[in-house]
């Protein structure tokens, strides 16, 4: 998108200004990880620009910069603000990696709603009019907490006034800085190094606005066509309020690629989840990090799935399920739970108040009802009756629990790992099982007692 619009991506140099405290918060964590849908707020300001073409942006970092660089990993320059003085101190950091450049796109690291779209056209008008400094606002009906733009009577741009050194009263409408510039490197480093302290003590990037309308300078202001993507976050209310915008947009984007939802507003879909045709979500559907869900699945009401692969044509009702794989066909529920290492074969069927752990279970393999099952490998065809568990735990180490195809586990079966049921063998309802139990074998009693299965024949006859 940016090299067809804008030119050869070489001539930039992208910047993203991530090194803010972050007070209003009230978290020791640093402000660009706080997440929406699932993801830190800075990854969306990463991910634009990527897909506006800019490879290898710089990140200048600061509280919590090993944090930051955990969180977006290689394929970026790092650089440390170490005092904290401002956006244009920030900017100052970047310096000796960016002077090089043609043109500097800088953009601040909590406002994440900002598009890749935006950023390209931003760009591509500041190449094309030939501006020193391009920037980007919005017309907002509240500007507490944002700098402001004020304009002269000719309509053109003479400042950006922070909202601390504003006069009068906070809020209200008016048109903001959204904090995505556009500099010709030559014309910005010079500037930033004589940039006046305002009241604040700190360096404003946004005062090279200012300068520019004073001499004369070549400046654009582009107003952004939404509104929306110039919401920072600077505080939990505005981390909500775009945390509601973005869940908007996540639920429009599947309504419209052949998702059907009863009740969208209850719905709730992470930015990283994966979601096929024909799939029905109903109310209070949470589907969250990195799931993926495949076709004409129906999930609800009350499912909620963190991290977990569903194949098609599977229901889950009302249970949860983390880390878990779900083959096709497989139901859940209601009111189950799968948790890590789970993975669930085709055609299987797990019912009401089941739990599942660090387990697999074989194709067509049903677990009724009030059942635990966990570090176990379970067979297919297998038939897990109402309060059959595995103790897998002596109190200091997990144990497996192996049960072959067709077998079948009655009532209130206790299985003390480690142990083994062999194909095609049963337990007795409220038997306790603490050795192995060979093919083709009952297994009835506390402890219990093994003899061959009636009207089969056991391993060695």
């Known amino acids: 998108m940016f090299k067809r619009t804008v030119g050869d991506v070489n001539d930039w140099m992208a910047v993203i200004l991530a090194a803010g405290q972050g007070k209003r918060m009230r978290s020791s964590r640093p402000k660009v990880l706080h997440t929406l849908t699932g993801r830190p707020m800075i990854r969306y300001v990463t991910d634009a620009l990527r897909e506006a073409g800019f490879e290898r942006p710089i990140v200048v970092v600061g509280q919590g910069s090993a944090e930051v660089r955990e969180a977006l990993g290689d394929g970026f320059l790092y650089v440390d603000q170490r005092r904290r003085l401002g956006t244009g101190h920030a900017l100052r950091q970047a310096e000796p990696l960016a002077s090089a450049a043609a043109h500097v796109l800088v953009l601040n690291g909590d406002i994440p709603l900002v598009s890749a779209e935006t950023v390209s056209a931003l760009a591509a008008r500041h190449r094309e009019s030939g501006a020193d400094l391009t920037f980007l606002t919005a017309h907002v009906e509240d500007s507490r907490g944002l700098a402001r733009l004020q304009r002269d009577g000719d309509g053109r741009p003479v400042a950006v006034v922070e909202e601390a050194d504003c006069q009068g009263p906070a809020g209200g409408p008016a048109e903001i800085n959204v904090g995505v510039y556009c500099f010709r490197g030559s014309w910005l480093w010079p500037r930033l190094r004589r940039l006046p302290r305002s009241g604040s003590g700190e360096y404003y990037l946004t005062a090279l606005i200012a300068s520019a309308a004073r001499n004369g300078d070549r400046l654009e202001a582009v107003v952004a066509s939404e509104p929306e993507e110039a919401i920072g976050i600077n505080d939990r209310l505005q981390l909500a309020r775009a945390e509601a915008i973005m869940r908007e947009r996540i639920r429009r984007r599947y309504l419209l690629a052949g998702v059907t939802m009863v009740e969208p507003s209850t719905v709730y879909i992470d930015a990283d989840v994966e979601i096929g045709e024909d799939t029905v979500l109903w109310p209070n559907t949470f589907l969250t990090g990195s799931t993926r869900v495949g076709r004409n699945c129906v999930l609800g009401p009350d499912a909620f799935l963190i991290d977990s692969r569903v194949g098609a044509r599977c229901r889950v009702t009302s249970s949860v399920l983390e880390g878990a794989v779900l083959e096709d066909g497989v139901e859940v529920g209601p009111f189950?739970?799968?948790?890590?290492?789970?993975?669930?074969?085709?055609?299987?069927?797990?019912?009401?108040?089941?739990?599942?752990?660090?387990?697999?279970?074989?194709?067509?393999?049903?677990?009724?009802?009030?059942?635990?099952?966990?570090?176990?490998?379970?067979?297919?065809?297998?038939?897990?009756?109402?309060?059959?568990?595995?103790?897998?735990?002596?109190g200091t180490r997990k144990h497996r629990t192996i049960i072959g195809d067709r077998a079948f586990i009655g009532s209130d079966t206790m299985l003390v790992a480690p142990v083994e049921v062999g194909e095609r063998s049963a337990t007795g309802a409220g038997s306790v099982v603490n050795r192995n139990v060979p093919p083709d074998s009952l297994a009835v009693g506390a402890p219990a007692r093994i003899r061959p299965r009636r009207g089969r024949r056991s391993k060695g006859a």
């Open 336 to 394: 189950s739970h799968l948790r890590p290492g789970s993975y669930i074969e085709q055609g299987a069927h797990i019912g009401n108040f089941a739990e599942v752990k660090n387990a697999r279970l074989g194709r067509r393999t049903k677990m009724g009802h009030f059942s635990y099952i966990g570090d176990a490998q379970v067979g297919r065809d297998v038939n897990i009756s109402a309060g059959a568990i595995t103790c897998n735990f002596d």
